[in-house]
């Protein structure tokens, strides 16, 4: 059986703003996050995680923070990609576990729609989509209140 486990992370600097899209999902806070794109820390991490399994890379090789065209996109085209890409080389995701890493904004309140989000993208069981936030205690840049950041893992296995 062939099983591929990928891992990924992301960071975005905070800024001025009212709401941040994590996971797919738009959060009101105090605050947004700082990116080319949308700035999905959530959805570029798990991005990420799959690309690392396939072995493709990593997403700014597919979408270069510098190519206008992905100005402002909505991350769940990167994480779209990633499945097809995916399954185009006969792998289905098996399950996907994904990290928030911030003071704020508080994720537990928006866990469920996360997770919903994530299957419904991927074509998945919300039941093998985990969403989960911690914070650093204070500590760095996190703690600071200066970005936030995500780990993902995904977990492939070749269809036969």
């Not at 999902?25 to 999905?40: E, T």
């Not at 080389?89 to 990290?99: G, M, P």
């Not at 919903?116 to 209140?145: N, P, Y």
């Amino acid at each position: 059986m062939d099983i591929r486990v990928g891992n990924g992370f992301d960071v975005h600097a905070i800024g001025q703003g009212e709401h941040v899209i994590i996971c797919g999902v738009k959060i009101p806070c105090g605050f947004s996050l700082i990116g080319h794109s949308d700035a999905d820390v959530g959805l570029h991490a798990l991005t990420d995680a799959i690309l690392g399994a396939l072995c493709l890379g990593d997403i700014g090789q597919h979408f270069p923070p510098n190519d206008p065209r992905w100005k402002g996109a909505d991350s769940t085209q990167f994480l779209k990609h990633a499945a097809q890409l995916a399954q185009n080389q006969n792998y289905r995701i098996n399950h996907v576990d994904v990290t928030i890493i911030g003071e704020a904004p508080k994720v537990s309140p928006h866990r469920d729609t996360m997770r919903q989000k994530i299957s419904q993208i991927l074509e998945i069981d919300k039941e093998s989509v985990s969403v989960k936030a911690t914070t650093t205690e204070k500590l760095g840049f996190t703690g600071r209140g200066e970005g936030l950041a995500a780990l993902a893992t995904a977990t492939l296995i070749k269809q036969l």
